[in-house]
């Protein structure tokens, strides 16, 4: 004859399980992605905080202003501080992220080329209480030193985004969350999202997104017509080219914002 409380005690510790094919519900905070289709197949329904999400990538810098730019604005009301970039493969366009909402000065970019260094930076920031959020390209980690940048999220609960190259899919990884992007093959205008872990179910078919914001593509769009006409009318013809700025290092603790942010390297030497 089975006893009534230990049915009772089943019952309840199976309401506390979390069974693998069902989504998992966050177990600490998180952000809106921004993107409502993503949001719905994400615990919690969003980016997690304080935990490592891992974006790999054909391209070092393939779609992740798209997807991540509703996130980090979010982030940088919240808490006031810069989002540190650790080794963008390119300079961040300061005007078309500020017209997605994300303040030009609210950007701290870290600039290295050495894998120990970046690596530093990046953990530097995430022990910074000012810090909104870090995003660093880290094509070359290994599993351990990820950890370590796993545990340093965890402790001070800041989102971290770490870009790598697609190559490394197969790898394991301390991420709380792997994506990869793809471009659409049938339709160019769409992003691919493939969910490579999560705490759920695999996820068969990948979750689609618009690959340029219509704002900004219709933004974009209106400033290539004015210089266009700006040029014809002035004569001239424009080399597309790397110009030439002046670069001040600063420490990533000593970040104070202004509307120059953007243009004061921290470079992790």
């Known amino acids: 004859m089975g ?23 966050a177990d600490a905070q998180v952000v809106a992605t921004g993107h409502a289709a993503l949001d719905a197949e994400l615990p919690g329904g969003g980016w997690p905080v304080g935990a490592m999400t891992e974006l790999l990538q054909a ?20 808490r006031g501080g810069p989002v540190v970039l650790v ?11 500020a017209a997605q909402g994300l303040p030009v000065e609210a950007l701290m970019w870290v600039r290295s080329e050495a894998p120990a260094a970046r690596l530093w930076a990046c953990e530097q920031a ?3 209480a000012d810090v909104a959020a870090v995003v660093a390209w880290l094509p070359q980690a290994r599993v351990a030193e990820l950890r370590r940048l796993q545990l340093a999220a965890a402790q001070h609960e800041l989102l971290l985004f770490v870009c790598r190259p697609d190559s490394v899919a197969l790898s ?6 792997r994506l990869r992007t793809d471009r659409c093959e049938a339709d160019a205008s769409q992003i691919a999202l493939h969910i490579l872990k999560r705490r759920g179910p695999p996820l068969a078919s990948p979750v689609m997104l618009p690959a340029r914001n219509e704002r900004m593509a219709a933004l974009l769009a209106a400033a290539r017509v004015r210089r266009k006409l700006r040029l014809q009318q002035q004569g001239t013809v424009v080399e597309v080219g790397e110009t030439a700025t002046s670069a001040k290092v600063v420490r990533i603790d000593a970040w104070k914002g202004g509307p120059g942010a953007l243009d004061r390297l921290a470079v992790a030497t």
Request: proline content about 13%; overall charge negative; some cysteine.
């Open 87 to 97: 080794g963008p493969p390119f300079e961040p366009c300061g005007p078309s992220l």
């Open 126 to 128: 995430l022990r910074c």
């Open 3 to 25: 006893l009534p409380f230990l049915d009772s005690f089943s019952a309840a510790a199976g309401r506390g399980v979390w069974h693998a094919d069902e989504l998992g519900l």
């Open 59 to 78: 391209a070092p810098e393939a779609h992740v202003w798209r997807l991540l730019l509703p996130a980090l604005a979010q982030a940088v009301q919240a």
């Open 172 to 177: 394991a990884s301390p991420a709380r969350l």
